[in-house]
C-alpha cells in the first residue's frame, strides 16, 4: 500500500487526526469478511479502547493463554502502536486462530460476515465471562474464613433452586447489547403479557425501496394473533385473540443492523441476494422505542458492504467514519471518499443493475444517554 498509504496520508495533510492509524489488511483467500469487520470494529472507539485496555492489563497473560480475544487484541494493539501512519498489516495470528477454532471458517469458501460477527462478539463474551467467574473463585477462595461480622449478620437465607447466578455482564455487553420486549395484548381482558430479550444486533427484513427507518416500523409493527395462532392468557385462563408487537426497551450504546440481504427462495431451492434499495441515513432516529428512551438519535460510523450478485460468491469491504472523513476499505487498500459517496451503497432501485455494491451490515453510535 506503498503509494496508496502516502496517497491517502497527501489527502488528509494536516487533517490526519493525531495518534490515529489507518491501516489496510492483507487477504488470506477470501477472507475479506473478516477484514471488513474488524475493520469496522476497530474504528468502534470504546471497544477497540476496552479491548486495548484489557491487553495492557493482561499482557502476561496473553501471552501464556492464547484465545481468539487475545489474538484480537493483539492486532489492535500492533495497528495502534506502528510508527508509520498507513500501511498494511497481515492479520495472520487472529485468521489461523480463527480457522483452528471453529471449522465453518476453515475453507476458502465465501463466508458470512454477519455469522462471523455475532460468532466473533459472543465468543469474547464466553472469555470475560470465564474469566470474570475464574476471578470470583479466586477471591472467595483467598478470602479465607468469614469476618465475625458476617457470622453476626447470620447464614443467608437458601435460594429457591438452589444458587441464584447473576448474570455477568461484560463491556460487551455494555457497549452492543439492548433489550426488546415483546408486549402481547389480550383483545378479550386487554391485559398486556411483556417479555423482554437481549440483542447485539437487530436483523431486519428488508423491501425494495424503502429505509431503515420504515424496516424498523415492520421490525415493530402489531400483528393479530387469530384462528391456530390464538394467544393462551393467563388471566383468562384460556386461548384469546391478541395483539403481539416487539418494541426496543433499552436501545444499546452502539446499535449493530443487519440488513436480511440473502432470503431462502423456495421455487429456487436456494439462497438469493436482494439487491433492494435501503436508505441508510447518517442520523438515525429511533422511534420505536419506549419511554424514557423515546427518539434516541445515532449517528452511523461503519459499513460492513457485500459485492456481489449472489449469496455464496462476492466479496466484502467497509466504509469507516474516523474524526469526520470517511474511508474505504478494501482489504489491503485504503482510500479517502466523500461522504457523499456513502450514499452509492444504498442498493438498486430496479432488480436488475450493474450496481452489486449494498450495504449489509451498519453500526451507528448514539448520540445522548442509553442508560
Not at 471488513?36 to 492489563?57: D, G, I, K, M, N
Not at 502476561?60 to 494493539?77: G, H, P
Request: some cysteine; charged content about 25%.
Amino acid at each position: 500500500m506503498g503509494a496508496a498509504g502516502s496517497k491517502l496520508e497527501k489527502a488528509l495533510g494536516d487533517q490526519f487526526p493525531e495518534g490515529e492509524r489507518y491501516f489496510g489488511f492483507e487477504n488470506f483467500g477470501n477472507t475479506c469478511y473478516c477484514n471488513s469487520v474488524l475493520q469496522a470494529l476497530y474504528f468502534c472507539v470504546p471497544f477497540r479502547e476496552q479491548l486495548l485496555e484489557y491487553y495492557t492489563s493482561n499482557k502476561s497473560v496473553a501471552d501464556a493463554e492464547e484465545n481468539l480475544m487475545t489474538c484480537l487484541a493483539d492486532l489492535f494493539s500492533q495497528i495502534s502502536s506502528q510508527k508509520k501512519k498507513t500501511g498494511v498489516i497481515a492479520p495472520k495470528r487472529f485468521v489461523q486462530r480463527l480457522k483452528k477454532q471453529n471449522e465453518l471458517f476453515r475453507s476458502y469458501m465465501h463466508q458470512d460476515a454477519h455469522e462471523f460477527l455475532n460468532y466473533l462478539l459472543n465468543e469474547v463474551v464466553d472469555i470475560l465471562e470465564k474469566e470474570a467467574k475464574a476471578t470470583k473463585t479466586e477471591h472467595k477462595t483467598s478470602s479465607s474464613s468469614p469476618s465475625p461480622e458476617k457470622i453476626a449478620n447470620g447464614p443467608k437465607a437458601p435460594l429457591a433452586n438452589g444458587v441464584h447466578k447473576e448474570p455477568v455482564v461484560t463491556w460487551v455487553h455494555n457497549i452492543f447489547q439492548g433489550i426488546l420486549t415483546n408486549e402481547t395484548r389480550c383483545l378479550r381482558c386487554e391485559t398486556v403479557t411483556a417479555r423482554d430479550e437481549t440483542f447485539l444486533d437487530l436483523s431486519l427484513d428488508i423491501e425494495q425501496n424503502s429505509s431503515i427507518t420504515s424496516c424498523l416500523k415492520n421490525f415493530s409493527s402489531t400483528e393479530t394473533l387469530h384462528s391456530e395462532d390464538k394467544f393462551f392468557c393467563d388471566k383468562c385462563c384460556s386461548l384469546q385473540e391478541a395483539q403481539k408487537r416487539m418494541k426496543i426497551k433499552k436501545p444499546p450504546h452502539i446499535l449493530v443492523i443487519h440488513l436480511k440481504r440473502f432470503k431462502y427462495m423456495e421455487q429456487l431451492g436456494r439462497y438469493k441476494k436482494l439487491s433492494y434499495r435501503v436508505v441508510f441515513p447518517l442520523e438515525l432516529k429511533l422511534s420505536n422505542t419506549v419511554e424514557p428512551y423515546t427518539d434516541v438519535e445515532y449517528s452511523l460510523f461503519a459499513v460492513v458492504v457485500h459485492v456481489g450478485s449472489g449469496p455464496n460468491h462476492g466479496h466484502y469491504v467497509s466504509l469507516v467514519k474516523s474524526h469526520n472523513h470517511w474511508l474505504f476499505f478494501d482489504d489491503e487498500n485504503v482510500e479517502m471518499i466523500e461522504e457523499s459517496a456513502v450514499q452509492t451503497f444504498f442498493g438498486s432501485s430496479q432488480e436488475y443493475s450493474s450496481n452489486t455494491d449494498h450495504g449489509y451490515i451498519l453500526f451507528y453510535e448514539s448520540l445522548g444517554p442509553t442508560k
